[in-house]
């Protein structure tokens, strides 16, 4: 999980906040144990913007991947800052039930729950 923290954290640094000043990285360890990263790009036009976790699933499926094993989200203070409803879904979307996220605040301390915990009535692909 260091190496997760470690590349979520290095990313946050590049995050662009100029709205908010809230940055935030994201990092995701694959089934296939490659890790992706993103940060959390604002714009002025606020619904333009893109979170963390959206930028490093973009990042892996830009890259061949598809299946998210673990998701740690970097906090820019000592809150833990859990996935919006968004970024849930598309979580959700790569994930299986037992996907890890992985909170993290300013301080290194961490919090983990499942997918599943964090959004029990997920929409599903249709069989």
């Not at 946050?12 to 990263?37: C, E, M, R």
Request: net charge neutral; hydrophobic share 35%; charged share 15%.
């Amino acid at each position: 999980m260091l190496k997760l923290l470690q590349a979520a954290q290095q990313s946050q640094k590049n995050a662009y906040a100029p709205y908010s000043s809230f940055q935030v990285g994201s990092a995701i360890l694959t089934d296939s144990d490659h890790i992706f990263t993103g940060c959390n790009v604002e714009n002025v036009a606020y619904p333009l913007g893109q979170c963390a976790e959206a930028s490093a699933i973009s990042a892996m499926i830009n890259a061949g991947s598809k299946k998210i094993q673990k998701i740690l989200i970097a906090s820019p203070n000592e809150e833990y800052c859990p996935p919006c409803g968004g970024c849930r879904q598309k979580i959700k979307e790569f994930s299986d039930q037992n996907t890890q996220i992985i909170m993290a605040n300013n301080q290194g301390k961490t919090k983990s729950v499942t997918i599943a915990e964090l959004l029990p009535l997920a929409f599903d692909m249709p069989e």
